[in-house]
Structure formats: C-alpha cells, structure tokens
C-alpha cells in the first residue's frame, strides 16, 4: 500500500510542474502576441469568432441575471423597508461582479472549449508539426490571435452585459414592481462611478486572457486522439473558470480594499 504522505507529495509536486509548463506556455504566448509579425487577418477572425458571435449569450445571460437581481434585491429590501436600494445595488452588483463573471464565465463555457477542441484537434492530428515544417511558428499563427482577440473583445462585451443587464433590473423594477421608471434611472445614474464601470472592464480583459490561456494550453499539449482532445476541452473549461473567479476575487480585493 502506498504510504499516503507519499501520495499527496505526489499529487503536488505534479501540480507544481503543471503551473510551471503553464506559466512557461504564458510567458511565451504572451511574448508571441506582442511582437511582429502580426497576421492581422487571423487577428480579425478571431475578434469576430470570439467577441461577435458571443454577444447572445452574454446578452441573455446578462438580462436575466439583472431582472433577477432585482427581484431578489427587492424581496430582501422589503423585509427592512428599504426597497429603495434595488437599483443602486442593481447597478454596482452588475457592473463591479455579475457583469464580468456572469460573461467570462458564459465565454469560457463557449469559447476556452472551441479553442482547445480546434487546437487540440490540429495537435492530434500532426497539422501544428506541418506548420513548424513549414518555418510557421505555432504560437505566433494560433495563439497570439486567439490571446489578442479574447483580450480586447472581452471588455467590449462586459461592456454590452453591464447595459443589458442593468436594463433587465430596469424593465423588471417597473413592470413587475410598480417603480417609476425615471426615478429608478435617476437612482441609477446618481449611485453608478467611473471607478465602478472601469473595474469591471480591467476584469474582463483579464478574464479573456485566461479564457483564451487555457483553450490554447490544453489544447497545444492534448494527446491521445479524440479522447485527448475531449478531455482538454474539458479542462480547458474546468481551468478556465476556476482562475476567472480566483482572480476576480484578488482583482476584487485589490480594486475596493
């Protein structure tokens, strides 16, 4: 029987090296992205495949999270008389948390897995080999876009989450709850801060270089065939998330300490 001390040694050691291709995959990515030749046509595929064909999903998920946060606000207001804060609480929950997470995560969801399956699948079957055959660099052609891409459209999205979702706490308020509609937008507008709006789109970029991160890791270092690939995408999603609201937690704590 393994001795258990041993086991968990094991496990985190394992980690450590993990983390450590990790940042050593970032660190190039990053330095890829950053410096020429940049292939500006992927470039703006990838903004469209990322940011465009997103905005659905993120402005649904943002409208029923307003409206349902407004509705929640509203029932634990009114057992302390204080239903008045539901669009103050609306507009700062949404644009300093839900916004950011909520679509990060949503895009995590659609796109860390699509990366990492597109990736993945190029790596199984030996297309990223031709490409260094052919003096193509792998990171500057499949990743830098891809990182670029989710780094710059994820602010614009959280942008369009924080309007659609403060609209759904807006529409909710005063159809469902007998608000007035210019006093709520005159609440809102007089509680909302630049500081408010601005963290939450330094959270989104950031969020997006995770979210593109972890598609491209998993997906470069997949082996094993489709299995392989399935199980990147997996943990591509898995990894994705977890660092999206581990870091909006440090990022949290940093910005309203």
Not at 13 to 18: I, P
Not at 104 to 123: D, H, Q
Request: net charge positive.
């Amino acid at each position: 029987m393994n001795n258990p001390l041993a086991l968990v040694g094991r496990a985190f050691l394992g980690f450590l090296a993990q983390t450590g291709r990790a940042a050593q995959f970032a660190g190039r990515a990053i330095w890829h992205s950053f410096t020429p030749p940049f292939f500006l046509r992927l470039h703006l595929a990838q903004i469209m495949r990322i940011g465009y064909y997103s905005l659905p999903v993120v402005g649904l998920t943002a409208f029923f999270t307003g409206g349902a946060l407004a509705l929640q606000i509203f029932i634990g207001g009114d057992r302390v008389g204080a239903e008045a804060i539901v669009p103050r609480i609306v507009v700062l929950g949404i644009t300093r948390e839900l916004g950011p997470v909520i679509a990060s995560l949503m895009v995590a969801g659609r796109v860390a897995a699509a990366i990492a399956a597109e990736i993945g699948t190029m790596r199984v079957t030996e297309q990223i080999d031709a490409l260094s055959t052919l003096s193509t660099n792998p990171f500057k052609y499949l990743i830098a876009p891809r990182l670029v891409a989710a780094i710059l459209t994820m602010p614009v999205l959280v942008l369009v989450a924080d309007i659609i979702g403060i609209f759904g706490g807006y529409l909710v308020a005063v159809t469902e709850l007998d608000f007035n509609g210019a006093v709520y937008l005159q609440n809102t507008y007089d509680f909302l801060r630049t500081n408010d709006v601005v963290s939450g789109l330094v959270k989104a970029a950031v969020f997006g270089f995770i979210i593109a991160l972890m598609g491209c890791y998993h997906g470069f270092h997949s082996r094993g065939g489709a299995q392989g690939v399935g199980t990147a995408t997996t943990n591509a999603v898995v990894t994705a998330s977890i660092l999206i609201l581990a870091a909006n937690f440090v990022m949290t704590t940093l910005f309203f300490r």
